[in-house]
């Protein structure tokens, strides 16, 4: 769907709210533990607190630390936030608006909202498919980058004590934007601490309401009457949301 794309521009939110630090900032060890994150749970959210019954911060995943894993299980919650914040706009815009212009060079517009979003998605020619799934994955390889202290844009990686959900930034690719894609005129740079971190906060819980939120709208839309207060609001949809090439191959 055109969210996707929208997806590409979540990847980087994290580096204009990062807590600042003085001197090698992109290496500080952070290496939290489940006492950190029941600290950091009842900020969240005082009611609920800290929520883990599948215990996955005692799972060791690959053999790795409890530090490691908590590390690994922080990046995927802010991702995963991100990309449901994405979707959750890019789901209601493309339900209301479309792109004035063509989307082939051929001059064929863009599918009408008269398409739900997977609807839309669906009509999409496979090469512009490949074209986002592709870039969304060069930024989900970019994110892995960390080439370490002293490099120009290197980071500690999260499962190794580095900043959760911080992405690298483009300074680390030859004649790249000369620009942060989330805060090109830096409006945050001076930003107390305090600030940023309330702010990541709110990131997380938006995030987490993103998640429900984008779900609620694919539930909706494939089980009728799965999500009442959405009756008559989003479009069903009989297609397979989990397999984004159905239209164009099946296995």
């Keep these: 769907?055109?969210?996707l794309a929208l997806a590409a521009l979540a990847v980087g939110s994290a580096t204009a709210f990062m807590p600042?630090?003085?001197?090698?900032?992109?290496?500080v060890q952070l290496s939290e533990?489940?006492?950190?994150?029941?600290?950091?749970?009842?900020?969240?959210?005082?009611?609920v607190g800290f929520f883990d019954p599948l215990g996955l911060c005692d799972a060791a995943f690959w053999g790795k630390s409890?530090?490691?894993?908590?590390?690994?299980?922080?990046?995927?919650?802010?991702k995963h936030g991100r990309v449901a914040m994405a979707a959750f706009v890019g789901y209601v815009v493309q339900s209301n608006f479309v792109w004035p212009w063509a989307m082939?060079?051929?001059?064929?517009?863009?599918?009408?909202?008269?398409l739900s979003p997977p609807e839309q998605w669906d009509a999409l020619p496979l090469a512009?498919?490949?074209?986002?799934?592709?870039?969304?994955?060069?930024?989900?390889?970019?994110?892995?980058?960390?080439?370490?202290?002293?490099?120009?844009?290197?980071?500690?990686?999260y499962t190794k004590g580095g900043v959760p959900g911080k992405y690298p930034t483009f300074d680390a690719i030859p004649h790249s934007v000369p620009f942060n894609l989330y805060d090109p005129f830096r409006?945050?740079?001076?930003?107390?601490?305090?600030?940023?971190e309330k702010r990541l906060r709110a990131e997380i819980n938006n995030g987490r309401l993103a998640q429900l939120g984008i779900f609620g709208?694919?539930?909706a839309q494939t089980i009728p009457g799965s999500v009442p207060v959405l009756e008559g609001i989003v479009k069903p949809y009989s297609g397979e949301v989990m397999a984004p090439l159905e239209a164009n191959w099946s296995f």
């Design 217 to 219: 709208f694919v539930c």
């Design 33 to 47: 533990t489940k006492a950190d994150l029941t600290d950091l749970g009842k900020k969240l959210n005082p009611i």
């Design 128 to 157: 512009a498919k490949l074209q986002i799934i592709l870039f969304v994955g060069f930024l989900e390889w970019y994110s892995e980058l960390t080439p370490g202290e002293g490099s120009e844009g290197g980071l500690t990686h």
């Design 187 to 196: 409006f945050s740079t001076n930003m107390d601490d305090a600030t940023k």
């Design 20 to 27: 600042s630090h003085h001197g090698k900032a992109s290496t």
């Design 66 to 78: 409890e530090e490691q894993t908590i590390g690994f299980l922080r990046q995927a919650e802010i």
């Design 1 to 3: 769907m055109k969210f």
């Design 104 to 114: 082939t060079m051929d001059g064929t517009g863009f599918p009408s909202t008269d």
